[in-house]
């Protein structure tokens, strides 16, 4: 059993800057994060493998985020905020390079980040 636990979000406004933490308190192999808005579905943002690349990004957020991580931390450094990336961000993991929230084991509890115009 991972537990993971995540931190680091907040309220900026448009244009301004974010930097999740997710800490693991076991093994894992690949980590990612994920949001969601109210409304909508769970989506990826990012992946990460133990050791990565290989890396993945959603279309939506190419070339703003960065993620990164090391044994036990994963962390996604967010620049350029929108107003549409509002929403709550969970970290994840589990054993396959996957996009797919369906592919993941273990989540954490959620952090919010909220992005005013």
């Known amino acids: 059993q991972v537990q993971l636990v995540e931190s680091g979000g907040g309220s900026v406004e448009a244009g301004g800057s974010l930097r999740l933490s997710c800490a693991a308190s076991?093994?894992?192999?690949?980590m990612g994060w994920f949001r969601q808005a109210p409304g909508k579905e769970r989506e990826g943002v990012a992946v990460?493998?133990?050791?990565?690349?290989p890396l993945w990004y959603a279309d939506s957020v190419r070339g703003r985020f960065a993620i990164s991580r090391d044994n036990t931390t994963a962390y996604l450094q967010m620049n350029s905020l929108k107003p549409e990336d509002t929403a709550m961000y969970y970290c994840?993991?589990?054993?396959?390079?996957?996009?797919?929230?369906?592919?993941?084991?273990?989540w954490g509890q959620g952090t919010q980040v909220t992005v005013s115009s």
């Open positions: 994840a993991a589990g054993r396959l390079f996957s996009s797919r929230f369906s592919d993941y084991t273990y």
């Open positions: 990460i493998l133990r050791g990565g690349p």
């Open positions: 076991g093994y894992t192999s690949t």
